[in-house]
């Protein structure tokens, strides 16, 4: 069996093996070294001017990589003499058992490491230093200061081996996720590959909420994009329960609490105030009769079940009113990794404090945008963002609102999926169907897209799908 160095937070042997395997097999080995480290993830400054070097060279075709070669560079850069002269240089191809060449992408790895603990470490200091003497009135902003610091360092540290993005690495996860899709097919059929909406309508145009999506719902004040979401999530949370009651039905092992549930992030409204919303819609009951006590012998019946029914699932929610999108990202991972979160809801756009002060607002809404796709990517599940209208609607003879009306910068439609309209034609005119709704799918980077009337139920903040009869219109 080869042996492997150790890994230490400074790992001077495995950098030197590292500069000793591109000496000994030249252009091979920085083939591979040049995958997992820089120049920066070397903690000695002698091995950190060498690799300069060799990288240089690299760069330039250079086909020998030799000690000789490397000690010319060094001449000419005029380090030479920084890093220990040739004779440092070339104790770096050392007799040591445990250098073998041939390991040389296992000796990259542990050198990146290594440079990854240094880099928190580097943080950790960084944040206790804003942290000491600060006021208390200050540890919002150095919290969030912090977050950011921590998550900038994981996306400039995280590497992806290059191997794995040919299409010989890639056809087997595909085939993978289209064999799972086919297999849900055949025994759920009818249900969306994504979660469910909790609208059939909807799923048969986008398929369900997939992951990796960023999907906006959008509407005019008052309209009901909250009551929208909380549907959505009711759904989803109840299918994720349904699905691991089937699990542990049939003696599976499964988690504590059901997986692919719902974190909604509710930065206008408080928690409980959208957990009672929730109440009213699971027990179909008239929100200002439970607001003021009003409830009959049977209405209290249906609200215990109806409290029984949720308390169940796996459905969070976070009522802090201050948020940004690094605190948010934060929460969720963890929530991602602790309890297997299905879906991200974040209620509303507008009101995500931006961490970039010195930008216009339209460019800090580009960036909240784009970070919350890259959220999605990296949890690899739904994020669904609520978004406010402008009044252009109201100031045109067609009321229907557009993917221009979309409020505060264009970034929103670039960067979502999907783009979801409620539109309540009452709103312009009280006679124009009363009670009723088009969800319109502005925008379905999946599918075609459409309209779906549906049923408002406002006592109850409830919607529902119109008639069987009834047919949604999709176009392409």
């Known amino acids: 069996m080869e042996l492997v160095p150790t890994f230490t937070p400074q790992d001077i042997h495995n950098e030197r093996y590292v500069l000793g395997s591109i000496l000994v097999d030249e252009n091979l080995a920085m083939d591979e070294v040049v995958r997992f480290v820089t120049a920066e993830s070397f903690a000695l400054p002698q091995h950190r001017r060498i690799f300069e070097a060799m990288q240089a060279m690299y760069q330039r075709g250079e086909r020998s990589l030799d000690i000789a070669a490397v000690v010319a560079e060094l001449g000419r850069r005029g380090t030479l003499e920084a890093v220990g002269g040739a004779d440092y240089v070339r104790l770096t191809v050392l007799d040591d058992p445990y250098f073998k060449p041939i390991n040389v992408q296992g000796y990259a790895n542990l050198v990146h490491r290594a440079h990854q603990l240094r880099t928190v470490r580097e943080v950790g200091e960084e944040i206790l230093r804003m942290a000491t003497g600060a006021r208390a009135q200050d540890a919002d902003e150095i919290v969030e200061a912090a977050v950011r610091r921590l998550t900038e360092t994981g996306a400039e540290m995280g590497g992806r081996n290059m191997a794995d993005m ?49 999907i906006v719902v959008a509407a005019r004040t008052g309209v009901g994009k909250t009551a929208l979401v909380c549907n959505f999530a009711l759904a989803v949370a109840r299918a994720g329960l349904a699905n691991w009651q089937r699990r542990k039905d049939s003696g599976q092992e499964v988690p504590q609490k059901p997986e692919k549930g719902v974190m909604i992030f509710s930065l206008e409204q408080a928690d409980t105030e959208l957990m009672q919303r929730m109440l009213c819609i699971s027990a179909k009951l008239d929100g200002q009769k439970l607001l003021r006590g009003e409830l009959d012998q049977q209405q209290q019946f249906e609200l215990t079940d109806a409290t029984n029914t949720i308390a169940p699932m796996s459905l969070a929610v976070d009522g802090s009113p201050r948020q940004t999108v690094s605190s948010i990202a934060s929460l969720a991972k963890r929530a991602k990794r602790t309890y297997g979160i299905g879906m991200i809801v974040i209620d509303y756009l507008g009101l995500i404090e931006s961490e970039s002060k010195n930008l216009d607002r339209h460019l800090q809404v580009a960036e909240m945008t784009r ?69 319109i799918v502005a925008k379905n980077r999946a599918g075609p897209k459409g309209t779906i009337p549906l049923v408002w139920m406002p006592h109850c903040v409830k919607f529902g799908e119109k008639a069987p009869e009834q047919e949604y219109s999709a176009n392409f």
């Open 166 to 214: 040919f299409a010989d690495k890639l056809l087997p996860r595909t085939f993978e996720r289209i064999f799972e899709r086919m297999e849900k097919a055949g025994d759920e059929s009818g249900l969306p590959s994504g979660l469910p909406s909790g609208f059939p309508s909807l799923d048969r145009l986008t398929n369900g909420f997939n992951p990796s999506e960023l």
């Open 371 to 439: 970070r919350l796709k890259v959220l999605a990517k990296e949890l690899q599940i739904p994020v669904m963002l609520l978004a406010q209208l402008s009044r252009s609607p109201a100031q045109r003879e067609d009321k229907r609102p557009r993917l221009t009306d979309l409020r505060e910068s264009g970034a929103i439609e670039q960067d979502a999926d999907s783009v979801l309209f409620i539109h309540r034609p009452s709103e312009f005119d009280e006679k124009d169907r009363p009670g009723e709704v088009d969800l």
